[in-house]
């Protein structure tokens, strides 16, 4: 790791520093020489989080094209890039990537990567996070107030690899933020691509290997919570929506996951658009209560053998709803590709009830 330069102090005379740039170990030339910090492809997690305590008004952390490498989950609840209490005072940081997609020097850009050794530490089925936040609130007085996170986090325009799908772990966890947005980001197993472009059966996900988990409701008017072209593959869980507030997700999509979509407690309005279900063992489920609209769902399906198997059980395939929960809603459908005879439409026989549902690729 370099010393860091223009950012070392987070006054440097009368200018307050909000901009942090990392390179990784293999960045171009060019980028470490423009970088506040240089990762060394070891215990990146480390430097990241450095970054983060130099940052108590906020800001942004700039991560420039290249891998980098998490080792271990050392922070509080089993967390590897961590924020912390701050003091007790709020802030909003941003961590981008750099490139969109693919840059020139890397297959994919930005690209974090869990390390099996990252999870060797840990106590036997210990639930762990990539990114996550302090469980400690301030007081916060007054009429318009209330308990609240001081972290408000933002991802954007990198991709996240887990070694494997063998342990429990949650790529963003926000439950512990104030407002979350994610806007290009994606959290994939390290397999998924090639499993998926090959057409071999994926490997049989643990429960509590989730991609994001939401943060809960808002009380900050202006905060940002919601997904735009979120992308997982190859996990159990893709998208955990718990407790969430007009929260939209448009253009993501959920691939080879064991559930691609759980909605659980949408406390107000969720809306889903134009998201995609590609390949997932079951269809959404939805818990608890709530109100949720999908808007154009596309559904994609093929044989069994290119669907992951659920420890929990593959005989349920259409979407469902917890028995005699208050929730409601409606859906609008595509189904494509090989679908097989489990499947007829979007609902598990019997589900669904209080929803109106229309499938919009076949005539009425």
Not at 192 to 199: I, K, N, P
Not at 283 to 298: C, E, H, M, Q, S
Request: one cysteine or more.
């Amino acid at each position: 790791m370099s010393m860091l330069t223009s950012a070392s102090n987070v006054w440097v005379g009368k200018h307050k520093i909000n901009y942090i740039v990392i390179a990784a170990s293999n960045s171009a030339k060019e980028d470490k020489a423009l970088a506040d910090f240089v990762c060394t492809g070891k215990n990146d997690e480390k430097v990241i989080n450095r970054a983060i305590e130099l940052l108590p008004r906020g800001g942004t952390i700039q991560l420039l094209d290249g891998k980098y490498f998490i080792d271990a989950f050392d922070e509080e609840n089993h967390t590897a890039i961590y924020f912390g209490f701050n003091d007790g005072q709020a802030r909003v940081i941003n961590l981008v990537g750099d490139t969109e997609n693919k840059g020139y020097n890397t297959a994919f850009g930005v690209t974090l990567h869990v390390t099996k050794k990252a999870f060797e530490t840990l106590p036997e089925g210990a639930e762990c996070r990539v990114f996550g936040g302090t469980f400690q609130k301030p007081q916060a007085e007054g009429d318009f107030y209330t308990f609240t996170h001081v972290n408000n986090v933002n991802f954007e325009n990198f991709l996240l690899f887990f070694p494997d799908a063998q342990h429990p772990a949650i790529g963003v966890d926000a439950r512990n933020f104030g407002s979350s947005f994610v806007k290009l980001v994606g959290i994939y197993t390290g397999q998924y691509h090639r499993d998926r472009f090959l057409h071999l059966k994926p490997a049989t996900p643990v429960p509590g290997l989730i991609g994001f988990y939401s943060c809960p409701s808002s009380n900050d008017e202006m905060a940002r919570i919601g997904y735009e072209y979120a992308d997982v593959g190859g996990l159990h869980t893709g998208f955990y929506l718990d407790g969430v507030d007009h929260v939209v997700m448009s253009v993501c999509m959920a691939a080879r996951c064991c559930y691609g979509y759980i909605f659980r407690d949408i406390r107000k309005t969720l809306t889903v658009l134009n998201c995609c279900d590609e390949g997932n063992t079951h269809l959404p489920a939805f818990r608890k209560r709530g109100y949720v609209t999908l808007i154009d769902f596309n559904i994609e399906r093929f044989n069994e053998a290119f669907i992951p198997d659920d420890p929990e059980g593959n005989e349920v395939h259409g979407a469902t709803v917890e028995e005699n929960a208050p929730i409601f809603g409606s859906v609008t459908y595509t189904l494509q590709g090989k679908a097989w005879g489990t499947l007829p439409g979007f609902w598990e026989p019997g589900h669904g009830k209080n929803f109106e549902t229309r499938r919009l690729d076949i005539a009425r």
